[in-house]
């Protein structure tokens, strides 16, 4: 089989560019193309998402995850950009796919990454290795086309609930195109 990303828009889902300096950085998550709903209005925090150039898998940064020491809240949601700025991706299968890497003391179960017109794709993470990028595969999936609504990023605290600091990264999101080959 051969592998391509029905996702790689440049530099998107692997959160490259920079906040340009317009609207609220704290909300934008120090990026372009994202609304961080649950992040304060400034620096006070709390800051569940933001671009971070301190680690990354590719390119220049990635998009970093951290909790107060309250752990997660109810929901955290990254809020993507809609289908008029992303490339739609058309029905077919296709195998999810992110790169991850996860604080030494992260103790948590799962993200979600969910299209408001198609399918929500849980990674599980409970025994992903730790203090090292790794690449989380999901089986292929058939989707429906999806050329409206958004790309998001949430994060709940159903059945993840510690009230501890925790702490990931991610980095390029896709959805691998399957072709098969004879």
Do not use: C
Request: hydrophobic share 35%.
């Amino acid at each position: 089989m051969f592998f391509q990303g029905a996702m790689n828009v440049e530099g998107y889902t692997s959160y490259e560019e920079i906040w340009s300096g317009s609207g609220n950085q704290w909300k934008k998550a120090n990026t372009e193309g994202y609304f961080a709903q649950h992040n304060a209005n400034n620096e006070n925090g709390p800051l569940y998402y933001w671009r971070d150039e301190s680690k990354k898998r590719f390119g220049n940064s990635s998009m970093k995850f951290e909790t107060t020491d309250a752990g997660i809240p109810a929901i955290a949601r990254l809020q993507g950009a809609g289908y008029r700025t992303l490339s739609p991706v058309t029905a077919g299968n296709y195998i999810p796919s992110v790169w991850i890497y996860l604080d030494l003391s992260n103790t948590m179960n799962n993200i979600q990454f969910s299209f408001t017109d198609g399918p929500a794709i849980e990674f599980d993470i409970s025994s992903t290795p730790k203090d090292k990028w790794v690449q989380l595969l999901l089986p292929e999936m058939a989707f429906p086309d999806l050329n409206t609504g958004r790309f998001d990023l949430n994060i709940t605290n159903s059945g993840q609930d510690d009230a501890k600091v925790q702490k990931l990264w991610i980095d390029s999101f896709d959805l691998l195109i399957v072709e098969p080959r004879p």
